[in-house]
């Protein structure tokens, strides 16, 4: 890693990913640490998933998230870090009608700038089967969804 500036609203190499909808730039790359900022405009998510082998970690700067974090809801706005350990199932979603712009990081980097290379422009009407596959093969898990109540009655 070389010093210096990585520019507001330029990431890496110049790269921007358009990641289901949602916007991510690069920030900062090694093999231990992977850093990216995101903008998620209102209605997008990132379903419950969980990193098997990765800390995640989000500093929001602007708007309001829902976290669904180990089953249990949880809310994070401007100043907030929201830390996800390895194994802890995690949904990230902007249920607002405002863009939420964040910073998460990942320890190790492991194969999620890969990912993210995988995903990019399959749009926000993407094959959620592909994208489950896609990512377990970059060692994300994506899991179920949750029984509907209507299933239950």
């Not at 090694?30 to 850093?35: G, H, L, R, Y």
């Not at 949904?91 to 995903?119: C, E, H």
Request: glycine fraction near 10%.
């Amino acid at each position: 890693m070389d010093a210096g500036v990585v520019g507001s609203g330029r990431g890496l190499e110049g790269i921007t990913w358009n990641i289901l909808g949602q916007t991510y730039v690069p920030k900062a790359r090694t093999e231990d640490c992977f850093s990216w900022h995101a903008t998620l405009p209102p209605g997008t998510f990132v379903p419950p998933h969980i990193h098997p082998d990765q800390d995640e970690y989000l500093y929001i700067l602007e708007g309001r998230f829902d976290f669904l974090l180990d089953g249990k809801e949880a809310v994070g706005e401007p100043g907030d870090l929201i830390t996800l350990p390895r194994g802890v199932p995690h949904g990230i979603f902007n249920k607002s009608d405002q863009t939420i712009k964040t910073l998460f990081w990942v320890t190790p980097t492991l194969r999620l700038y890969d990912l993210f290379w995988a995903l990019h422009n399959l749009g926000p009407g993407a094959d959620p089967a592909e994208v489950v596959s896609v990512s377990a093969a970059h060692a994300i898990d994506f899991l179920p969804p949750p029984p509907s109540e209507d299933a239950e009655g």
